[in-house]
């Protein structure tokens, strides 16, 4: 599983704000991921169903990416954060955007979760699979 240290990167500046925190970790998220040779099509992609916050290509692939923040593991490390409930809802707002955008074409897609302890991002590729929405 690939880190990347942000203090060693020169990313600073932390909002107060839980949106704007937010908003600056996927963005620094965004970073690292295009380091890695993805493209960025969508920041903060929202529907009614819900929220994805990166969505990118990857070669063939359209990947789905959940972004979470933990400065410290006192609640947890943030890979955790993503549960089969939020997996759920990235699913539902994965096949909107798939019919939307792409009328339900199909495309190869991945979920995958950037995870950011403290200083440290942790990328996971293909964190879980698609959940069927009956």
């Given at each position: 599983m690939p880190t990347y240290n942000i203090?060693?990167?020169g990313w600073k500046n932390l909002h107060?704000?839980?949106r704007s925190t937010g908003s600056c970790y996927e963005r620094k998220a965004a970073d690292y991921l295009k380091?890695?040779?993805l493209f960025i099509l969508r920041y903060n992609y929202r529907c009614r169903f819900g929220e994805i916050d990166l969505i990118a290509r990857d070669g063939?692939?359209?990947v789905f990416v959940e972004v979470k923040y933990r400065k410290d593991n006192s609640s947890g490390y943030s890979l955790a954060a993503v549960n089969p409930a939020?997996?759920?809802t990235i699913?539902?707002?994965?096949?909107y955007f798939l019919t939307v955008e792409y009328h339900n074409v199909d495309i190869p897609c991945r979920f995958d979760v950037a995870g950011i302890d403290g200083d440290e991002i942790h990328w996971v590729k293909n964190a879980f699979?698609?959940?069927?929405i009956l």
């Open positions: 203090k060693r990167n107060k704000n839980t380091q890695q040779g063939e692939y359209l939020k997996q759920k699913c539902k707002v994965a096949r699979e698609y959940i069927t």
